[in-house]
């Protein structure tokens, strides 16, 4: 079924999952759980022969999307129906970085993708998977961004979608996703309820939920946010980056792209501390870090940036295990820490960014403030979606417009001493 070859004629053999906790093998399938010990499954690669294929050129010489990293993908690209997500800019930030005393600071802005954010990455890949199982109907439990992605890409593949959120989402996500034409599903609860009830329905009925029974699929697709960066510093691991945390998928999966691409012959080294950012309040993989603990505690979620608001993250031991070996930390900021940095943000480097941004890169700051990089070392911050889905966070914080009428009189007695 996933049939992968290179350009150079010769095939690979087909991908199988594998246990993350036993080691259990499956055959590639819609599967995520060990049948032996209940650990996610995740996607097995051949890294030696991966090793033997001109990887650097075919990269380089192909597509400018993620599909570039096609041969570290577990499913092919199907032409009609992908979006092109990924390839985004690495923005060197400069003003930003002056302000936090770092010399080589980057913006990996993936607020520019098809939907706005860096989910079209994870349901390209996921969209792949279902297409090659044979599914008509796409489905997610999402907290607006994968809404969005899945609604969209499900568009485009002419294919039904069902999506379902918890109350409370922002306008934006909610009013794109119904656009797109997916049939739109608020749930009278919690992130964590709507989750569990798609694994629900998908023990019951034939439909690819793309981040519960696709997800060995669907979590690859955030690798190459880590094969990306490597790319764009001409084939260098940054020495920290900081990942906003959901479920905690993205963060792990950046930090596997980046051990990949040494396993491959690609990176000569992964010096990289990966730190995590989660809004303080839904930040159960921060307190469990702060407490030396691997027992991460269930909250229920009371925060303005709500894509990052789960309560039980699925991928939260995964995270704590990346971030105490790579000697990275876990931080949580408030919501005012968010917006402010929000402001910051598009004010020093002209990328406003959601929520989850703001979350980001108050983080960012914080690690900087206790001295956690050092002037030279390069830092990369993951710009993960984008402003205008969540302007209710920063409607009271910005100033409005400044009323006049359309005299230069009124120019000059109102406005000019604001801009001298
Ligand atoms: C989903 C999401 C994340 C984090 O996702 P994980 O579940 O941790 O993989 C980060 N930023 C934005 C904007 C998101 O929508
Ligand atoms: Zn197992």
Known sequence: MFEARFPSGETMPEQQLRCRECSA??????????????GPLEVVYDYAALARQPLRQIIETSVPSMWRYEPLLPVRRVPEIDLEPGYTPLLPAGRLGRTLGLRRLF??????NPTWSFKDRVVGVAMSAARSFGYDVVACASTGNLANAVAAHAGR??????????????????????AYGATLVEVDGTYDEVNRLCAEIAEEHRWAFVNVNLRPYYSEGGKTLGFEVAEQLGWRAPDHVVVPIASGSLLVKIHKGLTELQAVGLLESVPTHVHGAQPA????????????????RPVIPNTLAR????????DGRYVLRVARQTGGAIVAVTDDEMVASIQLLAETEGVFTETAGGVTIAALRALAARGAFGEDDIV????????????????????????IRATLKDFE???LELVA
């Open 25 to 38: 093998m499956y055959a590639a399938g819609p599967r995520y759980v060990c049948e032996q010990c209940f």
């Open 107 to 112: 913006i990996k802005n993936d607020s520019v």
């Open 157 to 178: 593949a002419g294919m039904r979608a069902c999506v379902f959120i918890p109350k409370g989402l922002e306008r934006g996500k909610v009013l794109a996703t119904a």
């Open 281 to 296: 309040g839904c930040a159960p993989v921060a307190t469990a870090f702060a407490e030396g603990t691997s027992d991460i």
């Open 307 to 314: 894509s990052l608001a789960i309560g039980t993250p699925a």
């Open 380 to 403: 990369v911050a993951y710009i993960t979606g984008q402003g205008f889905k969540t302007l209710e966070a920063v409607a009271d914080a910005t100033r409005p417009p400044i009323a």
């Open 413 to 415: 007695r109102n406005v």
